[in-house]
């Protein structure tokens, strides 16, 4: 199983950027999925997740500027982030449990990160 990231770059501060990630190989069921993000310096941090049921759950950070939806068949998930701010710079990564039999268990997989910058 392979979760690839993409859709990082450079952006003015009050600008949008949409993160994609998807998840390919050998996958029976995709649980919940979530976006991640690392500062210089920083410990990893929770931006954004969202159940197989669509529900969703964001940093008070992001709240009101990030939203996280999923296509269930395709098992990608999305991050579109508006008003992004200097403090949004980070690596952003991609994160889902998965089963990949009809046996279990679901396993923690990550994507490889793509870098945010926000700056004027």
């Known amino acids: 199983v392979q979760l690839q990231a993409s859709g990082g770059g450079l952006v003015r501060p009050g600008g949008s950027l949409t993160l994609s990630c998807v998840a390919s190989?050998?996958?029976?069921?995709?649980?919940?999925m979530a976006w991640y993000r690392q500062a210089p310096g920083q410990q990893r941090e929770l931006v954004a997740s969202i159940t197989a049921a669509i529900t969703t759950k964001y940093a008070d950070s992001v709240k009101g500027r990030f939203t996280i939806s999923r296509d269930n068949a395709k098992n990608t998930v999305w991050l579109q982030m508006n008003s992004l701010k200097p403090e949004d710079t980070a690596v952003y990564y991609c994160?889902?449990?998965?089963?990949?039999?009809?046996?279990?268990?679901?396993?923690?997989?990550w994507g490889q990160g793509t870098q945010v910058t926000v700056s004027s």
């Open positions: 994160a889902a449990k998965i089963e990949t039999s009809s046996t279990g268990p679901m396993r923690d997989y």
């Open positions: 190989g050998s996958i029976w069921s995709t649980g919940d």
